[in-house]
C-alpha cells in the first residue's frame, strides 16, 4: 500500500543484504581480475577482432530472429488449426534445452554429416560449412526465433478483437489494417524483442565454444575463456570482462529505455478473430517450415542417442549426478533469492525499476567473467577443484534470477492487492504471513521459477568450462568433451539423457506446484 | 464511543472529510452514491487508508499509526474475505491467532462459532467447495472470534441475492446484539439500512454527514438522498 508507512522490516532487510550479494557477485569478480592482473595489459588485434564478432553475430542473431518472427507470430496469430497449441508450446521449449544437445542437433541437420549436406551430395554440390559465423548465427536464430516469436504473439493478441471488428464495419481491409493496428503495436514490440534477443547472443559462450572458435570466430566470452584457461593471462581476462561488461550494460541501458514485453505471459491459446483475413497461402508453408526448423534437430538426437543411451561410460552417468546437484543446489540459491528479492520489491514504491534494473545487471554480466572472477578471488583460501561445482550453482542461480523475478514479482502484486487487506486486518505479518499467505499462494509461480533454474542448470555449459577437471565435469561438459574426441555416438546419448533430465526436471518442479494448488 | 475528528482524506480531485461520533452499540448504515467515499471513510477507520488530516478516536484513544490488526475493529472486504487455500476451520482460527498454533481450547471455540452461525463440521472444507452465503457466515463466524467491539462492513453481502441478504443481516443483527458490538455497514441499498440500522450516514458531495436517526431521514429525506434514491 502507498500510504502505509515505510519501516525496516525483516524482508525489506533480507531484500537489501540480496541485492548488495548480487552486486558484490557482479562487481567483485571484475576488480578481483584486476586486482590479480600482473602489469597492464592491453587488448591485442584478435581481441578487438572478438569484439567485433561478437556484436556482429549478435546485430545478425537479432535481426534474423525478429525479423523472420515477425511473419510467424501473423501467422500464428491469425490461422486456427489442429497442433496450433502444440506448437506454441514448443516455442517454449529451447528456452529450456540445454545449449549443447541443440548444436548438436543443429550438426546433425546442417553439419558436414548431416542430412542437408548428404542430400547436396546426391546432386554432386559439396557439403555444407557449419563452422563461423553463419553456424553460431543459425544457433542463435534456432533459440531465439521461437523466443522472438512468443514475445510478438503476445503484442499481436493484445489488440482487442474488437479493434478488428470495427476496422471491417468501417470497411478498413488488407494492408490498411497492417497501417492501422498492427504497424503501432509492432512498433511498440520489436525494439524490446530485438534487444532481448541482441542481450542473450551477446553474452553467448557455449555457441560460441562448439561452432565458432578460431580467430575469425570468437566472441569475447569465449576470448576469456581462452585468456583464463589457456594462457592464464589475468590482465586480459580482466579487460575482456569489461569489454564484456560494458557491452552488456550498454545494451541494459538501452533495453530499460524501450519497453519489453511481458515474456511468461500466458493466454497465447487465443487466436485474433479477423474478418477481413485473406486466406494467406504462404502462412501454412512458413509454419511447417519453421516446425520442421525446429523439431528436425531434436529428432535427429533422439534417432541417434536413444540406442547408445544405456551403454554410456561410467563417466557420463557420474557427470550426470554431479549435474543434478549443481541443478537443485542452484535452484535453492535462485528460488531463495528471487523470492525475497519479489517480497521486498513489491513493498517499494518504485520496485518494478528496481526488478528491471537487477534483471538487465544479471543478463548484461557475464558469467564467464563472475566464475572466474570468484575463482581468483577465492583460491588462495580455498581448493579450486572443490570450488568448480559449488561456484557453477552459484553462477547458475545468479542467470535465471532474472526469469524467476519476472514470474514471482506479479504474483506477489497480485496476492498483495487481492489478500493484503485482509490479512493485515487480521494482524498477519512476518513469519506467519509468509507461511500461511505468500508461500501457499505462491505455489505455482515458485514451482515453475524452481523448473526453470534447474533445468537451466542443468543444461548450462558455462563456467564450469572454466574449470574443466575429470573429477568435476557436469553433463554438458562431458557431452562436449565426446563430441570434441569424435565419439558421436555416446555424445548423442549423453545428449539425450541431459535432454531427458532437463525436461524432467521443469516438469517435476511446475506440476509439483499445480498439484492440489487451489485458485 | 467512535469519535471522527476533522477527518479528511484528499487526492487529487476527489475528497472526503468526516467530523460525527457514533455511540456505543449503535448500528449505523453508510449510503451515498458509488465514488462517493463510502469505503475510504471505512477504509479511514480500519487503518488501510492513512487520512490526510484528522483523527480517529476510540473511547479516548488515537488510533493514528495503530496497524489495521491491532485495532479495536473487524472489518469485512466487499470479497476476498476468505484465504482460499485455507480450510474453513483455518480461515476462522485467524481470528484467535495470526500464526494459526491453536490450542485445544481453542480449536474448540472454532468449532463453537461455526456452530453459531449453522456451519458445524464444515471446518475441514475450503472456501471453494461453499456457497456464497456459507462464505460470508464463515467470515462472520471469525469476527465472532475476534470479538473486536466495532464492526465495520464494506458490502460483504453485495454478491448475494435479495432473500440470502435479509438472512444475513438479520445473523448480523442477532450477532451485534448479543456481542454489544458497534457496527458500521455501507450499503447501496436503502432497504438494508431500513432492515437494521438505527441511523444513517449519507455520504455525498466529499463530505459523510452525521448520522441521522433512519425512520426520520427516509420520512424527510435531505435533497443529496432524494437525488440518490431517484
Known amino acids: 500500500m502507498a500510504n502505509r508507512a515505510f519501516k525496516i522490516t525483516p524482508v525489506i532487510g533480507a531484500g537489501a543484504g540480496a541485492i548488495l550479494l548480487l552486486l558484490a557477485l557482479i562487481l567483485g569478480p571484475l576488480w578481483a581480475l584486476l586486482w590479480r592482473a600482473e602489469g597492464p595489459a592491453t587488448l591485442g588485434v584478435a581481441d578487438w577482432a572478438a569484439v567485433r564478432f561478437t556484436v556482429l553475430q549478435a546485430t545478425l542473431s537479432a535481426g534474423l530472429s525478429v525479423g523472420l518472427a515477425v511473419p510467424v507470430a501473423r501467422a500464428l496469430a491469425r490461422?486456427?488449426?489442429?497442433?496450433?497449441?502444440?506448437?506454441?508450446?514448443?516455442?517454449?521449449?529451447?528456452?529450456?534445452?540445454?545449449?549443447?544437445?541443440?548444436?548438436?542437433?543443429?550438426?546433425?541437420?546442417?553439419?558436414?554429416?548431416?542430412?542437408?549436406s548428404a542430400m547436396l551430395g546426391w546432386i554432386g554440390l559439396p557439403p555444407i560449412h557449419i563452422y563461423g559465423l553463419h553456424g553460431v548465427v543459425l544457433a542463435h536464430v534456432f533459440f531465439n526465433l521461437p523466443l522472438a516469436t512468443r514475445l510478438i504473439l503476445q503484442g499481436w493478441l493484445m489488440i482487442p478483437s474488437e479493434r478488428f471488428r470495427l476496422a471491417a464495419s468501417l470497411g478498413i481491409a488488407g494492408r490498411d489494417v497492417g497501417r492501422i493496428?498492427?504497424?503501432?503495436?509492432?512498433?511498440?514490440?520489436?525494439?524490446?524483442?530485438?534487444?532481448?534477443?541482441?542481450?542473450?547472443?551477446?553474452?553467448?559462450f557455449a555457441v560460441a565454444l562448439a561452432l565458432g572458435g578460431?580467430?575469425?570466430?570468437?566472441?569475447?566470452?569465449?576470448?576469456?575463456?581462452?585468456?583464463?584457461?589457456?594462457?592464464?593471462?589475468?590482465?586480459?581476462?580482466?579487460?575482456?570482462a569489461m569489454v564484456q561488461f560494458g557491452m552488456g550494460a550498454v545494451a541494459a541501458m538501452v533495453m530499460l529505455w524501450v519497453a519489453v514485453p511481458p515474456t511468461m505471459g500466458s493466454g497465447l491459446d487465443r487466436t485474433v478473430?479477423?474478418?477481413?483475413?485473406?486466406?494467406?497461402?504462404?502462412?501454412?508453408?512458413?509454419?511447417?517450415?519453421?516446425?520442421?526448423?525446429?523439431?528436425?534437430?531434436?529428432?535427429?538426437?533422439?534417432?541417434?542417442?536413444?540406442?547408445?543411451?544405456?551403454?554410456?561410460?561410467?563417466?557420463?552417468?557420474?557427470?550426470?549426478?554431479?549435474?543434478?546437484?549443481?541443478?537443485?543446489?542452484?535452484?535453492?540459491?535462485?528460488?531463495?533469492?528471487?523470492?525475497?528479492?519479489?517480497?521486498?520489491?513489491?513493498?517499494?514504491?518504485?520496485?518494478?525499476?528496481?526488478?528491471?534494473?537487477?534483471?538487465?545487471?544479471?543478463?548484461?554480466?557475464?558469467?564467464?567473467?563472475?566464475?572466474?572472477?570468484?575463482?581468483?578471488?577465492?583460491?588462495?583460501?580455498?581448493?579450486?577443484?572443490?570450488?568448480?561445482?559449488?561456484?557453477?550453482?552459484?553462477?547458475?542461480?545468479?542467470?535465471?534470477?532474472?526469469?524467476?523475478?519476472?514470474?514471482?514479482?506479479?504474483?506477489?502484486r497480485d496476492i498483495e492487492a487481492s489478500y493484503g487487506q485482509l490479512a493485515d486486518s487480521l494482524s498477519l505479518t512476518g513469519w506467519a504471513r509468509m507461511r500461511l499467505v505468500s508461500l501457499p499462494r505462491l505455489r505455482r509461480p515458485l514451482g515453475f521459477s524452481a523448473g526453470l533454474a534447474a533445468a537451466l542448470s542443468m543444461g548450462d555449459l558455462g563456467v564450469i568450462a572454466l574449470f574443466s577437471d575429470p573429477e568435476s565435469a557436469t553433463l554438458p561438459l562431458q557431452m562436449y568433451r565426446l563430441m570434441s574426441a569424435y565419439r558421436m555416438d555416446q555424445a548423442a546419448g549423453a545428449a539425450v539423457l541431459l535432454l531427458g533430465m532437463s525436461l524432467m526436471l521443469f516438469w517435476i518442479f511446475d506440476r509439483g506446484g499445480r498439484a492440489n494448488a487451489d485458485a | 464511543m467512535l469519535t471522527l475528528e476533522g477527518l479528511e482524506y484528499t487526492q487529487g480531485?476527489?475528497?472526503?472529510?468526516?467530523?460525527?461520533?457514533?455511540?456505543?452499540?449503535?448500528?449505523?448504515?453508510?449510503?451515498?452514491?458509488?465514488?462517493?467515499?463510502?469505503?475510504?471513510?471505512?477504509?479511514?477507520?480500519?487503518?488501510?487508508?492513512?487520512?490526510?488530516?484528522?483523527?480517529?478516536?476510540?473511547?479516548?484513544?488515537?488510533?493514528?499509526?495503530?496497524?489495521?490488526?491491532?485495532?479495536?475493529?473487524?472489518?469485512?472486504?466487499?470479497?476476498?474475505?476468505?484465504?482460499?487455500?485455507?480450510?474453513?476451520?483455518?480461515?476462522?482460527?485467524?481470528?484467535?491467532?495470526?500464526?494459526?498454533?491453536?490450542?485445544?481450547?481453542?480449536?474448540?471455540?472454532?468449532?463453537?462459532?461455526?456452530?453459531?452461525?449453522?456451519?458445524?463440521?464444515?471446518?475441514?472444507?475450503?472456501?471453494?467447495?461453499?456457497?456464497?452465503?456459507?462464505?460470508?457466515?464463515?467470515?462472520?463466524?471469525?469476527?465472532?472470534?475476534?470479538?473486536?467491539?466495532?464492526?465495520?462492513?464494506?458490502?460483504?453481502?453485495?454478491a448475494l441475492g435479495p432473500a440470502l441478504r435479509d438472512e444475513m443481516l438479520d445473523l448480523v443483527a442477532e450477532l451485534v446484539a448479543e456481542t454489544g458490538a458497534t457496527l458500521l455497514m455501507v450499503s447501496h441499498n436503502p432497504e438494508d439500512a431500513k432492515r437494521i440500522a438505527q441511523s444513517v450516514v449519507l455520504v455525498s458531495d466529499g463530505v459523510a454527514n452525521a448520522p441521522v436517526e433512519t425512520g426520520a431521514l427516509f420520512a424527510d429525506p435531505p435533497a443529496a438522498l432524494r437525488d440518490y434514491l431517484g
Open chain 2, 13 to 158: 480531485d476527489f475528497s472526503l472529510r468526516a467530523d460525527f461520533a457514533v455511540p456505543v452499540g449503535a448500528r449505523v448504515a453508510v449510503i451515498g452514491p458509488s465514488g462517493g467515499g463510502k469505503s475510504t471513510l471505512l477504509n479511514m477507520i480500519a487503518g488501510i487508508l492513512a487520512p490526510t488530516g484528522g483523527r480517529v478516536l476510540w473511547e479516548s484513544d488515537d488510533l493514528a499509526g495503530m496497524p489495521p490488526g491491532m485495532r479495536p475493529i473487524s472489518i469485512l472486504f466487499q470479497d476476498n474475505n476468505l484465504f482460499p487455500h485455507l480450510t474453513v476451520a483455518q480461515n476462522v482460527g485467524l481470528g484467535l491467532r495470526p500464526d494459526l498454533r491453536l490450542t485445544v481450547a481453542q480449536k474448540d471455540q472454532v468449532e463453537t462459532v461455526l456452530a453459531r452461525v449453522d456451519l458445524a463440521g464444515y471446518g475441514g472444507r475450503k472456501p471453494a467447495a461453499l456457497s456464497g452465503g456459507q462464505i460470508s457466515r464463515v467470515a462472520l463466524a471469525r469476527m465472532l472470534l475476534r470479538a473486536k467491539p466495532l464492526l465495520l462492513l464494506d458490502e460483504p453481502f453485495a
Open chain 1, 79 to 116: 490461422r486456427q488449426f489442429i497442433g496450433r497449441g502444440v506448437l506454441i508450446t514448443l516455442l517454449g521449449a529451447p528456452f529450456i534445452l540445454p545449449v549443447i544437445v541443440a548444436v548438436m542437433g543443429l550438426l546433425a541437420v546442417f553439419g558436414r554429416g548431416g542430412i542437408i
Open chain 1, 181 to 204: 493496428l498492427e504497424r503501432p503495436m509492432l512498433r511498440d514490440v520489436l525494439p524490446g524483442a530485438v534487444m532481448v534477443v541482441f542481450l542473450i547472443c551477446l553474452t553467448s
Open chain 1, 273 to 412: 478473430e479477423r474478418l477481413d483475413a485473406p486466406v494467406a497461402w504462404w502462412d501454412g508453408i512458413l509454419l511447417a517450415v519453421i516446425s520442421l526448423f525446429l523439431v528436425t534437430p531434436l529428432l535427429m538426437i533422439l534417432f541417434d542417442g536413444v540406442p547408445n543411451l544405456f551403454s554410456l561410460p561410467s563417466s557420463v552417468y557420474l557427470a550426470a549426478g554431479r549435474s543434478l546437484g549443481v541443478a537443485l543446489m542452484s535452484t535453492l540459491i535462485a528460488v531463495v533469492l528471487a523470492l525475497i528479492l519479489a517480497l521486498m520489491v513489491v513493498r517499494l514504491r518504485r520496485g518494478a525499476v528496481l526488478v528491471e534494473s537487477i534483471g538487465y545487471l544479471v543478463l548484461a554480466a557475464s558469467p564467464l567473467v563472475i566464475g572466474a572472477g570468484l575463482f581468483i578471488a577465492l583460491f588462495p583460501i580455498l581448493d579450486p577443484v572443490a570450488l568448480a561445482l559449488p561456484l557453477t550453482a552459484l553462477v547458475n542461480a545468479l542467470m535465471s534470477l532474472p526469469f524467476a523475478l519476472r514470474t514471482l514479482v506479479p504474483a506477489v
Open chain 1, 214 to 240: 578460431g580467430p575469425k570466430a570468437t566472441t569475447v566470452e569465449l576470448a576469456i575463456y581462452q585468456a583464463f584457461r589457456f594462457d592464464f593471462d589475468l590482465g586480459r581476462a580482466a579487460l575482456l
